[in-house]
T-cell receptor, first 113, second 114 residues
Framework: DAKTTQPPSMDCAEGRAANLPCNHS???????VYWYRQIHSQGPQYIIH???NNETNEMASLIITEDRKSSTLILPHATLRDTAVYYC??????????????FGAGTRLAVHP | DAGVTQSPTHLIKTRGQQVTLRCSPKSGHDTVSWYQQALGQGPQFIFQ???????QRGNFPDRFSGHQFPNYSSELNVNALLLGDSALYLC?????????????FGQGTRLTVV
């Protein structure tokens, strides 16, 4: 079973920041938080991951609370192309080849004009 | 640099038949994982192949089998198809031996069993 809880759906206006929450209250001390998204009829796409510090890349920012029990994915200026299902996944560290991804139902983000 | 490629993109089969799906990993990747995604749900892990052997397996029956070739490409075989096997089948590639590398997914094969 997935170790994360996400709202089933969210809306966001184009050009505004989209803040997607994720609860992972049972996360272990060495587990990372990963975010993927899946645009309709395509394969999931990696977005970002982090352990305890906030992370930023060209796609998004990841804010992890100090107790690591929850996190927020931030898309700073959402566009229509960001409409997708967003998955928050916790994963043990180590060899990237071994760890399978356990997906939950994700959050369906709808960006509207 | 070619990403993960899967074939075919769509497939229609009859209940009871057998199907083979194919995956070529991203260049430089040596590990292939397969996922099944039913409509409206998140992907579910089927199994993973490395060095031509099944290394991990999810909760799927033996009707689901696979193979990995020396060039790291992989096949997913499903025997005795059931209507419930209708789904999007996703292949993901990654690199064993590297810490915290992300998996790259293909576009998937949409299998419809009638």
């Amino acid at each position: 079973d997935a170790k994360t809880t996400q709202p089933p759906s969210m809306d966001c206006a184009e050009g505004r920041a989209a803040n997607l929450p994720c609860n992972h209250s049972t996360i272990s001390g060495n587990e990372y938080v990963y975010w993927y998204r899946q645009i309709h009829s395509q394969g999931p796409q990696y977005i970002i991951h982090g352990l305890k510090n906030n992370e930023t890349n060209e796609m998004a920012s990841l804010i992890i609370t100090e107790d690591r029990k929850s996190s927020t994915l931030i898309l700073p200026h959402a566009t229509l192309r960001d409409t997708a299902v967003y998955y928050c996944i916790v994963r043990a560290p180590g060899d990237g080849g071994y760890n399978k991804l356990i997906f939950g139902a994700g959050t369906r983000l709808a960006v509207h004009p | 640099d070619a990403g993960v490629t899967q074939s075919p993109t769509h497939l229609i089969k009859t209940r009871g038949q057998q199907v083979t799906l194919r995956c070529s990993p991203k260049s430089g990747h040596d590990t292939v994982s397969w996922y099944q995604q039913a409509l409206g749900q998140g992907p579910q892990f089927i199994f993973q192949y490395y060095e031509e052997e099944e290394r991990q397996r999810g909760n799927f029956p033996d009707r689901f089998s696979g193979h990995q070739f020396p060039n790291y490409s992989s096949e997913l075989n499903v025997n005795a198809l059931l209507l419930g096997d209708s789904a999007l089948y996703l292949c993901a590639s990654s690199l064993t031996g590297h810490t915290n590398t992300e998996a790259f997914f293909g576009q998937g094969t949409r299998l419809t069993v009638v």
